[in-house]
């Protein structure tokens, strides 16, 4: 069953360094999503990708965070300095231009900054 | 804006207990409403949803209704087992285009023998 992949499911980093978090989304799927999940709070909403743009963001989401589909596969979510409240599980989610709502998420990547 | 409250955890309940995670919502307009499971090590993935008031979710021998008025989406499942142990979410989609989702913090179920 095809399933939407994220690495590294790990990173430490030193605060102010840059990360890339990155999702393989299921191939024919055309709607991209990063989520995040501070430990003991709510999966929040960072940023939906369509047409390889943004369609929306969240206040979260400011000038620190970008994101890119370099080459048609990958989905790229770039911290560019990190800050110690980024510390974080970070969610990768895809969806096909049908299936109302129904998102498929990856395993998570998680980021503790240091 | 949309927000989804559930019930806090950890819940811890033995083997063919009955099981009820509360769930309720604010939202405009009419929303489509989910739960969510994550099983340990996994992703986040759909259980059941429903899309209209009074719609019934229901999957793996769990269920929701979608209550307008109470505007509430409690799951429930009348026996559970060992391996329902997981980290439930209640979510609710704004049904604009987007569908993005608006996440509950979670709930973490431990089932034990």
């Known amino acids: 069953e095809p399933e939407v992949t994220q690495t590294p499911s790990h990173q430490v980093t030193q605060m102010g360094q840059e990360v890339i978090l990155r999702c393989v989304p299921i191939?024919?799927?055309?709607?991209f999503y990063w989520y995040r999940q501070i430990l003991g709070q709510k999966v929040e909403f960072l940023v939906s990708?369509?047409?390889?743009?943004?369609s929306e963001k969240s206040e979260i989401f400011d000038d620190q965070f970008s994101v890119e589909r370099p080459d048609g596969s990958n989905f790229t979510l770039k911290i560019r300095s990190t800050k110690l409240e980024d510390s974080a599980m970070y969610f990768c989610?895809?969806?096909?231009?049908w299936g109302q709502g129904e998102l498929f998420f990856g395993e998570g990547s998680r980021l503790t900054v240091l | 804006g949309d927000s989804v409250t559930q019930m806090e955890g950890p819940v811890t309940l033995s083997e063919e207990a009955f099981l009820t995670i509360n769930c309720t919502y604010t939202?405009?307009?009419?929303?489509?409403l989910f739960w969510y499971v994550q099983y340990p090590g996994e992703g986040l993935q759909l259980l059941l949803k429903?899309?209209?008031?009074?719609d019934k979710g229901s999957n793996k021998g769990f269920e929701a209704t979608y209550r307008k008025e109470t505007t509430s989406f409690h799951l429930e499942k009348g026996s559970v087992q060992v391996s329902d142990s997981a980290v439930y979410f209640c979510?609710?989609?704004?049904?604009?285009?987007?569908?993005?989702?608006?996440f509950g913090t979670g709930t973490r179920l431990t089932i034990i023998p």
């Open positions: 191939s024919n799927h055309l709607y």
């Open positions: 979510a609710l989609s704004d049904n604009f285009g987007n569908e993005k989702l608006t």
């Open positions: 939202a405009t307009g009419y929303p489509s």
């Open positions: 990708f369509y047409n390889n743009e943004i």
């Open positions: 989610a895809s969806r096909p231009i």
């Open positions: 429903a899309t209209k008031a009074d």
